[in-house]
């Protein structure tokens, strides 16, 4: 076996890091497009409710906004550096890149349930807080007309960016825990484990 055999990178380190590369680009995808279009979002829901008949300040009184802002980006720019953390630490083929993975990626994929449990159930959150409010300008507005105006204010696509978006992440995860099981990668960490 020669210097350059022992020293070569196993394809499954590389599958493995950048399934989570491709995954922290996926978990910021909408967040950013969010930021990008949060003002025509607010200013959508905003007329929506002066077309419902109330004051579009009663959103503001309850501190509802449909409008991304930069602190929603906090948790996703977060995870999308850990997973380039856990890539780059395995692309290196660093044992602590193997643990963290097997760690972060399960998260990863429970907390993208989560979020998309919490999209579908917009409408009946929605309708709740406002039923809630104790204000009966909001208990009157109808929840669906509402998130139905500011989803309108994305671009057309969006729905196709949520779909590759649950692709990448899922598929990601599955992919980045099979390639870090795999007999190559196991090789890899176990020889960096040594050579550290």
């Given at each position: 076996m020669t210097a350059a055999t022992t020293s070569r990178r196993p394809r499954?380190?590389?599958?493995?890091?950048?399934?989570q590369f491709a995954i922290a680009l996926a978990f910021l995808s909408i967040p950013l497009l969010g930021l990008v279009f949060g003002g025509d979002v607010q200013a959508a829901a905003r007329a929506e409710v002066a077309r419902q008949g109330q004051d579009p300040a009663v959103l503001a009184e309850h501190?509802?906004?449909?409008?991304?802002?930069?602190?929603?980006?906090?948790v996703p720019v977060a995870v999308a550096a850990l997973l380039t953390l856990t890539g780059s630490l395995t692309l290196a083929?660093?044992?602590?890149?193997?643990?963290?993975?097997?760690i972060v990626l399960p998260l990863v994929a429970l907390g993208n349930i989560a979020i998309m449990a919490s999209?579908?159930?917009?409408?009946?959150?929605?309708?709740?807080?406002?039923?809630?409010?104790?204000d009966a300008r909001l208990a009157a507005l109808d929840a669906r007309g509402l998130v139905d105006a500011a989803f309108a204010a994305y671009p057309a696509w969006l729905p196709a960016l949520e779909v590759a978006r649950a692709v990448v992440i899922f598929g990601?995860?599955?992919?980045?825990?099979?390639?870090?099981?795999?007999?190559?990668?196991?090789?890899?960490?176990g020889r960096g484990r040594k050579g550290a």
């Open positions: 499954a380190l590389t599958v493995a890091a950048f399934a501190g509802l906004a449909f409008g991304e802002t930069g602190k929603a980006l906090i083929a660093k044992r602590a890149g193997r643990v963290l993975a097997w999209n579908a159930a917009v409408v009946e959150t929605l309708g709740k807080v406002f039923a809630d409010s104790g990601g995860v599955l992919v980045g825990l099979v390639a870090i099981s795999a007999r190559g990668a196991r090789v890899a960490f």
